[in-house]
């Protein structure tokens, strides 16, 4: 089992920046790839970022890329995800994910956090 707790969501505007992070336990920090996925009001939840169990390999969806950075610390056995000139778009709950590889597709998580909350104003 591996469980996830995010924080560092909040209220923003627009241009602004947010740092959002996702502590690990339950298993060795690298023994599984992680992820962000959000979820705005009325619409499917969606992957944002991923980063392989190496760190090495990441995956950002097209309308992030270039704005978020997804990284993690493996003596911290933290995930961050660093978001950038954000929009209003941008608005949802952010959730923390854990799988076996880059995950993508919400079938793929084995795990998931709770949610934390960005809303960014205009």
């Known amino acids: 089992q591996v469980q996830l707790v995010e924080s560092g969501g909040g209220l923003v505007q627009a241009g602004g920046s947010l740092r959002l992070s996702c502590a690990a336990s339950g298993r060795a920090f690298g023994s599984f790839a992680m992820g962000w996925f959000r979820q705005a009001p009325g619409k499917e939840r969606e992957f944002v970022a991923g980063?392989?169990?190496?760190?090495?390999?990441?995956h950002y969806a097209d309308s992030v890329k270039g704005r978020f950075t997804i990284s993690r610390d493996y003596a911290k056995n933290t995930m961050y995800l660093r978001m950038n000139s954000l929009k209003p778009e941008d608005t949802a709950v952010y959730y923390c994910a854990a799988g076996d590889t880059i995950m993508i597709l919400t079938t793929r998580v084995d795990y998931w956090g709770q949610g934390t909350q960005v809303t960014v104003s205009s």
């Open positions: 980063l392989s169990r190496s760190g090495i390999s990441t």
